[in-house]
């Protein structure tokens, strides 16, 4: 199982951009999927997540500012980020709990995909 994130990239405080991750990979379903950033020195913190049935949960740094999304057929998640600032400059995750079958039950785990970078400039 792979996630294969994408849609970094620089742009001026007050622009947006849309990122995007793919699930590859032998599968069952997906569970809850999200994003989570990490700028440099800081831990890795939670953005946005959203349920199988698209019950989404937001930081408060970014709510009403940024909107996650899914496609369950496709496999994949979004994140739509408006109004960004110099402080959301940072290395985006996205991460997905994925069940397995697993001989006659099923199993879950999380996997994350490998970060793309999206800077805000001043």
């Known amino acids: 199982v792979q996630l294969q994130a994408s849609g970094g990239g620089l742009v001026q405080a007050g622009g947006s951009l849309r990122l995007s991750c793919v699930v590859s990979g032998s599968i069952f379903s997906i569970n809850d999927m999200g994003w989570y950033r990490q700028a440099p020195g800081n831990k890795r913190e939670l953005v946005a997540t959203i349920t199988r049935g698209s019950k989404a949960n937001y930081d408060d740094s970014v709510r009403g500012r940024f909107a996650i999304s899914r496609d369950n057929g496709k496999k994949m998640v979004f994140l739509q980020m408006n109004s960004l600032k110099p402080e959301d400059t940072a290395v985006y995750y996205c991460?997905?709990?994925?069940?397995?079958?697993?001989?006659?039950?099923?199993?879950?785990?999380?996997?994350w995909g490998q970060g793309t970078q999206v800077t805000v400039s001043s």
């Open positions: 991460n997905a709990d994925i069940v397995r079958r697993s001989g006659s039950t099923t199993v879950s785990q999380f996997h």
